[in-house]
């Protein structure tokens, strides 16, 4: 009976420490601090050093960067994944965070749109 339990108990304990893809760092960029590819619904597909990311409204967004990249002296770059443009900011009032960024995506037209977008933080 032991020798049956053994492998089932190690198993379940392995399955317990295992970390969920979505709250892993699953995007390889050597180059950036923090970086992610983000959906229409303001949820990462890939990311790097993010803590937490959502959807304030149409067309905004608010990432919250990882504590161990200093968001105010970096370099931040955001781009539309369609056709229209994206801009940032850095500790907008609208995510109430700290360290965080604010994203504000754009139809061709002008008007706030859901649209994936990638942002970078140098």
Same mark, same amino acid.
């Given at each position: 009976?032991?020798?049956l339990?053994?492998p089932?108990?190690?198993?379940?304990?392995l399955a317990g420490?295992a970390v969920?893809?979505a709250?892993?760092?699953?995007?390889e960029?050597p180059?950036?601090?923090?970086?992610?590819v983000? /959906? *229409?619904d303001?949820?990462p597909?890939e990311r !790097?050093m %993010?803590?937490?990311?959502?959807r304030?409204?149409?067309?905004q967004?608010c %990432?919250?960067i =990882? *504590?161990?990249? =200093?968001?105010?002296?970096a370099t931040?770059?955001v781009n539309?994944?369609?056709? /229209?443009?994206?801009?940032s900011? !850095?500790? *907008?009032?609208?995510?109430n965070?700290p360290?965080?960024?604010g994203v504000?995506?754009f139809?061709?037209?002008?008007?706030y749109a859901?649209?994936g977008?990638? %942002?970078a933080v140098l």
């Amino acid at each position: 009976m032991r020798r049956l339990l053994t492998p089932v108990i190690t198993a379940l304990l392995l399955a317990g420490a295992a970390v969920p893809a979505a709250e892993a760092d699953d995007l390889e960029s050597p180059y950036t601090q923090a970086a992610a590819v983000v /959906g *229409p619904d303001g949820v990462p597909t890939e990311r !790097k050093m %993010i803590v937490n990311s959502w959807r304030v409204t149409a067309g905004q967004y608010c %990432i919250e960067i =990882d *504590p161990l990249v =200093d968001v105010a002296e970096a370099t931040v770059l955001v781009n539309s994944l369609q056709n /229209g443009s994206a801009t940032s900011r !850095k500790n *907008p009032g609208t995510c109430n965070r700290p360290n965080s960024v604010g994203v504000y995506v754009f139809a061709a037209d002008g008007a706030y749109a859901d649209h994936g977008y990638t %942002i970078a933080v140098l």
